[in-house]
């Protein structure tokens, strides 16, 4: 199997962008077209409306951006029908040739994040079989449990040939809370940084990354450029950029010399750019994700 840092170079590489494209479906901000397609006041229309919605985003993007990234909590938030569509969409994504990261930010203890990481990535033995469940690439984890929470999902990433993307520096407001505070002459987000560059040490590849990455935010540009110094072979995974306020030149930093390093997310930017009311909202989709693809691959250098 070919390693997930080497897969994500490579698909990074091949579309001459680092654009992740995120997969937030929200009924309200959906084309009235597929809502009144899915209308009938139950969670398995609204289920159906993002299946309609988020498989159209895939065509219209697979042929621009390597990564998708869909949040499972807007998918789960429809019921079991709603995580069908999760599995349908993962697996459409795949088909395409598309890096999907799962983001559902999982922490848990011992055979609790055992269960949640086999769920992502080669699935779930039973009675001497392996079930596929999410069949990800790479999967979002939360360390805040430590190390022995984190090693089954990286024991079970490696065994097949995915990837983390463990929260280090995050993007939303309230993130200094805890995450600037101080630990004996270090803030909590650099013990944490240091702490996923050992992890991602271990298993490095040849072009030199691993399969630990960080998640580290477009809105904090100045610890961006820090982590990027600090933390040589480790992928970011930057949320911020678009519709948060991070701008391409704050993501500049992320990315080393050959334009590798880090992927850059954009959701609402990208698959919500237009009102419900419009009827070439697909036209919308193209042009923001060109634009969003044009201004990451000058920032990345590719």
Not at 21 to 31: A, C, K, N, T, Y
Not at 62 to 71: D, E, F, R, S, Y
Not at 198 to 222: F, H, I, M, R
Not at 264 to 286: C, H, L, M, Q, Y
Request: hydrophobic share 45%.
């Amino acid at each position: 199997m070919i390693p997930f840092a080497e897969r994500l170079a490579d698909a990074v590489r091949s579309k001459r962008t680092p654009l992740c494209v995120g997969l937030d479906p929200r009924w309200e901000s959906l084309p009235r077209l597929i809502r009144t397609r899915h209308e009938d006041g139950t969670l398995n229309g609204v289920a159906a409306a993002y299946r309609e919605f988020c498989l159209k985003i895939l065509d219209l993007v697979a042929g621009l951006a390597p990564v998708v990234k869909p949040q499972s909590a807007f998918f789960e938030a429809c019921g079991p029908a709603g995580l069908a569509v999760l599995q349908t969409v993962i697996a459409k994504a795949k088909q395409l040739g598309l890096v999907v990261i799962l983001d559902s930010k999982r922490g848990d203890i011992a055979s609790t994040a055992g269960a949640y990481a086999e769920a992502a990535f080669a699935g779930t033995p039973h009675e001497g079989r392996v079930l596929p469940v999410w069949n990800a690439d790479a999967l979002t984890v939360n360390p805040y449990l430590g190390r022995d929470a984190v090693e089954p999902f990286i024991s079970t990433a490696r065994q097949s040939a995915g990837g983390l993307f463990i929260l280090v520096r995050t993007s939303n407001p309230g993130s200094g809370l805890f995450q600037e505070l101080d630990c004996g002459g270090k803030k909590l987000y650099q013990v944490v940084a240091d702490e996923v560059s050992k992890w991602n040490g271990e298993n490095l590849s040849a072009n030199g990354y691993g399969d630990c990455g960080a998640v580290v935010g477009a809105t904090q540009p100045k610890e961006l450029a820090e982590l990027r110094e600090k933390m040589p072979g480790v992928w970011f995974l930057v949320p911020g950029y678009g519709a948060q306020g991070g701008s391409a030149s704050d993501v500049a930093a992320a990315f080393d010399k050959n334009g590798l390093g880090a992927i850059v997310n954009s959701s609402r930017g990208i698959t919500f750019p237009f009102k419900p009311d419009e009827t070439n909202w697909e036209a919308a989709v193209v042009n923001a994700t060109q634009k969003a693809v044009h201004e990451l691959r000058t920032a990345a250098g590719l």
